[in-house]
């Protein structure tokens, strides 16, 4: 896979990505959208997503401060995504945590066509039936092999499921498993959601939606690897790993790409 091309790609057409995002991370998830390339828009709006949607070339929902009016916005919102034939992110956060978390994300997958179903393990692993625990935000457990689990979705839901971990694995008719990142990603609030910001970039340009994320979470895991080495703490590792996004090169991530396809 030419990782380095789909970067470039994003970078050479900035795609607007349309989120309707949650509220802790939403400035570092437009951030993090604009540092790689793409042009970020957070419109929740009932009243103005469908039209917002009509002219972005990527969709990202993320559940993670949830109201059921937000939901409302986003089926709308999916809805005309789907007309138009852009790919459609969900970032599931939280699901398992609480009924209502669970059901709206249901609610979500039964209402619209989504092409990319994003979550920790426990989070995906709730969606695919298993037993799972899910601590807030937090990943507590997870009956099943994750890659099985993964597949599992994908199949029953016809969409790319991506797994984020220490190992990310990414599943529909063919499975990678990006071993790129840094322990550091989890000392900072909004790396998940920002990851979900940055496939959605990728899939904007790359209709093969599997290999769209599999680019994006390599190149997002270098960013954060390059990051730590010049980090003191949190604060300095956060302003590092925009910065390293933002002079990610050919060179760079063809040294240090951990992509394994099975």
Same mark, same amino acid.
């Given at each position: 896979?030419?990782? !380095?091309e789909?970067?470039?790609? %994003?970078?050479e057409? *900035?795609?607007?990505?349309?989120?309707?995002? @949650?509220? =802790?991370t939403?400035?570092?998830?437009?951030?993090?959208?604009r540092? &790689?390339?793409?042009?970020?828009?957070?419109?929740? #709006?009932?009243?103005?997503?469908?039209?917002?949607? @009509?002219?972005?070339?990527?969709?990202?929902? @993320?559940? +993670?401060?949830l109201?059921?009016?937000?939901?409302?916005?986003?089926?709308?919102a #999916?809805?005309?995504?789907n007309?138009? /034939?852009i790919?459609? =992110?969900i970032?599931? =956060?939280? =699901?398992?945590?609480t009924?209502?978390?669970?059901?709206?994300?249901?609610?979500?997958?039964?209402?619209?066509?989504?092409?990319?179903?994003?979550?920790?393990?426990?989070?995906? +692993?709730?969606?695919?039936g #298993?037993?799972?625990?899910?601590? +807030?935000?937090?990943?507590?457990?997870?009956d $099943?092999?994750?890659?099985?689990?993964?597949k599992?979705?994908?199949?029953?839901?016809?969409?790319?499921v991506?797994?984020?971990?220490?190992e990310d694995i990414?599943?529909?008719k063919?499975?990678?498993?990006?071993? @790129? $990142?840094?322990?550091?990603? +989890?000392?900072?609030?909004g790396?998940?959601?920002?990851?979900?910001?940055?496939? /959605?970039? &990728?899939?904007?340009?790359?209709?093969?939606y599997?290999?769209?994320?599999?680019?994006?979470?390599t190149?997002? $895991?270098?960013a /954060?690897?390059?990051?730590? *080495?010049?980090?003191? $703490?949190?604060?300095?590792?956060k302003?590092? !790993?925009?910065?390293?996004? !933002?002079?990610?090169?050919?060179?760079? %991530?063809?040294d240090?790409?951990?992509l394994?396809?099975?």
């Amino acid at each position: 896979m030419e990782i !380095f091309e789909l970067l470039n790609k %994003v970078r050479e057409t *900035k795609p607007l990505v349309h989120h309707i995002t @949650n509220w =802790v991370t939403i400035y570092d998830c437009a951030n993090m959208t604009r540092t &790689f390339g793409a042009l970020p828009v957070m419109a929740h #709006a009932p009243e103005e997503v469908k039209e917002m949607t @009509n002219i972005a070339s990527a969709l990202v929902l @993320n559940i +993670g401060t949830l109201t059921v009016d937000l939901i409302n916005a986003m089926i709308i919102a #999916a809805k005309q995504a789907n007309e138009k /034939g852009i790919p459609v =992110v969900i970032d599931a =956060v939280g =699901v398992g945590a609480t009924k209502l978390r669970t059901n709206k994300v249901l609610e979500i997958l039964d209402s619209v066509k989504v092409d990319i179903i994003k979550g920790n393990s426990s989070e995906i +692993g709730i969606l695919a039936g #298993a037993k799972a625990e899910t601590k +807030g935000v937090e990943a507590i457990s997870v009956d $099943g092999d994750l890659v099985k689990l993964a597949k599992s979705l994908a199949e029953q839901r016809q969409a790319t499921v991506v797994i984020t971990g220490k190992e990310d694995i990414i599943a529909n008719k063919e499975v990678y498993i990006c071993k @790129n $990142g840094h322990d550091m990603m +989890g000392s900072i609030v909004g790396t998940g959601c920002m990851a979900a910001s940055v496939i /959605g970039s &990728f899939a904007a340009v790359e209709k093969d939606y599997a290999k769209a994320a599999a680019a994006a979470l390599t190149c997002y $895991g270098i960013a /954060g690897e390059l990051a730590a *080495k010049e980090s003191k $703490g949190p604060g300095s590792y956060k302003e590092n !790993f925009y910065d390293e996004v !933002f002079n990610l090169n050919e060179q760079k %991530v063809k040294d240090m790409a951990k992509l394994e396809e099975r």
